[in-house]
């Protein structure tokens, strides 16, 4: 074990002990890690901790996800989350350390899997904890999605990493379709910004709590809405039925420029893969996979005939 891995591991049981009284008689991973095919415990070391038949989880957020992700943000939307009933409650943390315990989950919560995208029951669930994360208390920081797609491409350029052979296409395609939602304007509210099934727990009678605030910021409601519908449906007839689930009814303009940000975000993702295959010390991981996944599936519709309609027709 490296001694940056010891140090880490020693915090996290440190704040473990503090919270259950204790030295913990179980420290351990809950879950396996992955990067493809699902982004699975990537942002953070998990440890489930255990003493006298309680237990807690602590994450410690990874150095090399620092260029996507700034942990102290991340853990004060987890603890606003907490508050709302939306997440697990943080019952203690050490934000300038990027070190936060949680209330574990345990049996009949599950982690949630692709298998739960066709629930109807849950994808209420789902939507009824990013609404209500939405109307919480404005978060500490704003973000753009296209402002950070910008800043992970010139990290690609300067450090001369390969992402997709059409990269500059689907830039190009998405400085287009900033363009026109900025000549629209937006709203701006507290966003999960995370549509991955596998960033769910679900409960008995379909409850339902969010993981990962790690992208969480204020931002254009309907960035939410296109994050879960790419990663919650297959093609644009479901995705529409799946808009209106949301919505209460069908709008065509705002169905686009929710998709807009759901093909936005297969680009972010892309482009943070990209350089983790590059630059992480996990080399073990799966990062190139994902990365070309979430390219496959912006290419199939950043490169279809009707793409620009989306922009013409967004509102």
């Known amino acids: 074990m490296s001694e940056q891995l010891a140090s880490r591991e020693r915090a996290a049981r440190k704040m473990a002990e503090d919270i259950l009284g204790t030295a913990p008689e179980l420290f351990s991973n809950p879950l396996t890690v992955l990067a493809s095919p699902a982004w699975r415990g990537i942002e953070g070391d998990i440890w489930r901790a255990r003493s006298v038949g ?32 939306v997440g697990p409650e943080v019952l203690k943390s ?43 208390a404005q978060l500490c920081n704003d973000a753009s999605i296209f402002d950070e797609i910008e800043g992970l491409f010139a990290i690609v350029q300067r450090e001369n990493i390969y992402t997709h052979k059409d990269a500059h296409v689907f830039l190009d395609f998405l400085r287009d379709a900033n363009a026109k939602l900025n000549s629209l304007g937006r709203d701006r509210c507290p966003c999960h910004r995370d549509g991955n099934t596998a960033n769910l727990m679900v409960g008995q009678d379909h409850s ?4 990962d605030f ?20 297959e093609n644009d007839v479901d995705a529409r039925a799946g808009f209106e689930e949301w ?10 420029r929710s998709m807009i940000y759901g093909l936005a975000d297969d680009m972010r993702w892309g482009l943070i893969g990209a350089i983790m295959a590059a630059k992480s010390p996990r080399s073990h991981l799966e990062f190139s996979k994902y990365s070309a996944w979430r390219f496959i599936r912006l290419e199939m519709r950043a490169k279809s005939s009707d793409a620009n309609d989306r922009i013409r027709t967004a509102a």
Not at 124 to 132: L, R, T
Not at 224 to 229: A, F, H
Not at 247 to 256: D, H, I, K, M, S
């Open 247 to 256: 919505y209460g009814n069908f709008n065509e303009g705002l169905f686009q």
């Open 94 to 136: 050490r934000a300038e350390d990027g070190l936060a315990a949680l209330v574990d989950l345990v049996d009949p919560w599950r982690a949630g899997g692709l298998q739960d995208a066709v629930d109807a029951g849950i994808r209420s669930k789902v939507i009824e904890n990013k609404k209500a994360f939405q109307a919480g």
């Open 208 to 211: 339902i709590q969010l993981l």
């Open 214 to 233: 790690d992208l969480a910021a204020n931002c254009d409601p309907f960035e939410d809405i296109g994050c879960y519908l790419v990663e919650f449906f």
């Open 54 to 85: 309680t237990s807690v989880i602590i994450k410690n957020y990874h150095p090399d996800t620092e260029f996507y992700v700034d942990p102290e943000t991340a853990i004060h939307a987890t603890e606003q989350a907490g508050k709302l009933g």
